[in-house]
């Protein structure tokens, strides 16, 4: 059923409905999905505990909402089309019956594998379509799928599999990443050193590369495939049951494994997709976010499926071979909605207009960006020169915890404000309050964004250890969810994200906590002590600025930061490697030892005439020496 918006009067009638009787609201935009039993209490929920609780004693499957649904009218359409990293490769499609296949006989090689309802299985792969298909046939049997980024370290693999004591790895033999060919089943090998939980890894031959098989664990995929039917019955899930584990990056210790659950997350992200983007049967839609994260589960893989939309899928990234490959895939597949991330829009902004111009981009009818605040430069770049002056910008706010977008313009019905993510979707409970906690009330107001109440998609719990998700979420304000990010209503009740309120940085669109950072740097050898913050960066939107005290005199200082820059490639991923390292003396801490760390964002900033008061510090001359030092 088409559950889109159809005017800018019917969602303000749609959102204060939402709001007036949520339960009846969604239970009304659950009611067209393939239930094996209906629910039985639309919403049961305490932001205390916190405990929340969507279509409880409803029965289903995912996959078959995703794939088995649409077999009989769209069986023949494609869902997917995947452009490979060479443009000169040959690309594959697949319709929606021979994705339910692929689908179908994964979910029996797992289950060959002995896997089986509830067990957690690791994906490490590069985006390829058997990436999408593991998501789906692990969803399929009732495994609970947590997909690592494949640009994470050996160490950041091997501690979310540890986390979440997955039974399974599937992975590839390498990836294709523009030029480069970079490895994957070594990595794997180095993780699985301290991981005893796993029984079995699954390798894709995709690059063909020597690799090492450990006899009695690994197999090849292309081969156990071969075994396993092609027939395999949705396995029957509460609507509560964990559907996925993903990592994310806090304001303090490692990345916690934010739960997903199964009905509400198939709601909220099919609802969202058709109204944000107003997705039009026959559409071709590209989102580029990596499968790895959030964005790519629920709008590469779940919503668009849920939908029945036809998506492309691409491996690799915009400049290879050059810097119009988006603009050339755009055209080669008549993509009508494209989605992707502002530090992509900004790095191809650089290379001039030589590249967009070559191409015609006239399928193009919606276009979206994610993850991080749009400077308006870029968004004005992004309207007049990809969009022609004629495609709305949907620019969506949501966190890997959301689950789904929350604040976003529908495309083409919400009037658009250049940088501003505009109005919640209904059933968003938006508040924005003020450092004590009081709702600030009215427009024009600046604040920290809050949600008072639940929306489907929810995070449940972090993996594990719930305490910690009522820490970090639902204790700072009591009674309501804080997302970490500051935000403005103006006059008009448009919303701006301003940025991270924790220390949580955004980097290329990429989420890190400082403190992970800190403690990949205090891994080398000479470090003694560490501060990471962020500062603006014209291309990441911020970049990450380390201050390190060392135990000794390093007279090779350029040797020093690419050491320092090589351990936390090892402990993170190359996506956390510092931009800007000081070797400083001292951190400027006050007396009980904690570092004023927006003292550190001054200086990183370039803005040290207005320090602020420096009296509470333990050694306040300090401050001269780093400002003096400044990158
Ligand atoms: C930021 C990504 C401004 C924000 C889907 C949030 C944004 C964090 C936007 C979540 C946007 C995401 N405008 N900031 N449109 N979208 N953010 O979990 O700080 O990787 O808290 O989810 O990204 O990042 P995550």
């Known amino acids: 059923m088409d559950t889109r918006i159809p005017s800018l009067e019917k969602y303000q009638e749609e959102f204060e409905r939402s709001l007036a009787s949520p339960e009846a609201f969604w239970a009304e935009k659950a009611e067209h999905f393939s239930w094996k039993k209906k629910w039985d209490q639309v919403l049961s929920w305490n932001f205390e505990e916190p405990h929340i609780e969507w279509f409880a004693g409803g029965k289903l499957n995912i996959t078959e909402n995703c794939l088995d649904r649409h077999l009989e009218k ?112 070594s990595v794997v ?63 303090t210790g490692k990345p916690k494994g934010v739960v997903h659950t199964t009905a509400g997350y198939m709601v909220y992200t099919e609802y969202t ?60 597949y008549h993509v009508n ?15 001039g207009l030589d590249f967009p111009t070559q191409y015609s981009l006239s399928s193009l009818r919606v276009l979206g960006t994610v ?46 404000k250049p940088a501003f993510a505009t109005l919640p979707l209904p059933g968003v409970q938006l508040v924005i309050v003020d450092q004590e906690g009081k709702v600030l009330l009215g427009n024009g107001v600046e604040g920290n964004l809050c949600i008072q109440f639940p929306w489907p998609s929810m995070i449940r719990t972090t993996y594990g250890d719930h305490e910690r998700c009522k820490q970090n979420y639902f204790s700072t304000y009591p009674g309501l969810y804080f997302t970490g990010d500051g935000c403005k209503r103006d006059e008009d009740g448009y919303y701006r994200i301003t940025g991270r309120v924790d220390d949580v940085i955004n980097v ?21 002590e560490s501060a990471v913050v962020g500062y603006p960066h014209e291309i990441k939107g911020q970049g990450i600025y380390a201050y390190v005290i060392c135990s000794k005199k390093n007279d090779d200082l350029a040797m020093l930061r690419l050491e320092i820059m090589a351990t936390v490639q090892k402990m993170i991923g190359s996506i956390a490697k510092p931009d800007k390292i000081q070797i400083v003396s001292g951190l400027p801490k006050t007396r009980s030892g904690k570092i004023m760390r927006r003292i550190l964002r001054k200086v990183a900033e370039g803005d040290v005439s207005n320090i602020g008061d420096i009296s509470t510090l333990l050694d306040p001359a300090i401050v001269d020496e780093i400002k003096a030092g400044a990158i």
């Not at 869902?79 to 006989?105: F, I, M, Q």
């Not at 067990?119 to 009732?142: K, Q």
């Not at 050193?193 to 690799?211: A, D, G, R, Y």
């Not at 909605?337 to 900004?346: K, L, N, Q």
Request: net charge negative.
């Open 74 to 185: 769209r069986g023949d359409q494609v869902a997917y089309y995947w452009e490979p990293n060479d443009p000169a490769a040959a690309g594959k499609s697949y319709t929606y019956k021979e994705l339910h296949r692929e689908v179908c006989a994964c979910a029996n090689m797992l289950k060959g594998l002995g896997a089986k309802k509830g067990d957690r299985i690791c994906i490490y792969m590069p985006m390829v379509p058997e990436l999408t298909i593991a998501v789906l046939a692990c969803a399929r049997i009732g495994a609970i799928h947590s997909v690592v980024f494949a640009g994470f370290s050996a160490a950041s693999l091997a501690s979310r599999i540890q986390d979440c004591d997955s039974m399974l790895v599937l992975t590839s033999d390498g990836a294709y990443r523009g030029p480069k060919s970079i490895a994957i089943k």
């Open 189 to 251: 090998d180095e993780a699985l050193e301290i991981c005893p939980s796993v029984q079995k890894v699954l390798v894709l031959k995709h690059t063909n590369v020597p690799i090492e098989m450990v006899e009695g664990r690994d197999l090849y995929w292309q081969e156990e495939i071969q075994k396993s039917s092609a027939d395999c019955p949705a396995e029957p899930m509460d609507a509560e049951d964990m559907l996925f584990i993903l990592y994310t990056s806090g304001s």
């Open 273 to 332: 997709f058709r109204n944000v983007f107003q997705y039009q049967e026959g559409e071709v839609y590209w989102c580029t976010a990596d499968i790895g994260w959030i964005t790519g589960h629920s709008y590469m893989v779940y919503g668009p499926l849920l939908a029945g939309a036809t998506s492309v899928l691409f491996e690799g990234i915009p400049t290879f071979p050059d810097a119009g490959r988006f603009w050339q895939i755009i055209d080669k």
């Open 337 to 351: 909605i494209f989605y992707t991330a502002p530090t992509a829009i900004r790095s191809l902004q650089l290379f």
């Open 371 to 416: 993850g991080e605040p749009i400077n308006e430069e870029a968004w004005h770049w992004y309207h007049q020169h990809i969009g022609k002056g004629n495609c709305p910008i949907v620019d969506t706010w949501w966190q890997t915890e959301t689950g789904g977008i929350m604040i976003s313009p529908l495309a083409g019905i919400t009037p658009l």
């Open 508 to 528: 290329s669109g990429h989420r890190l906590g400082t403190a992970e950072i800190e403690n990949a740097i205090n891994q080398h050898a000479d470090v003694v």
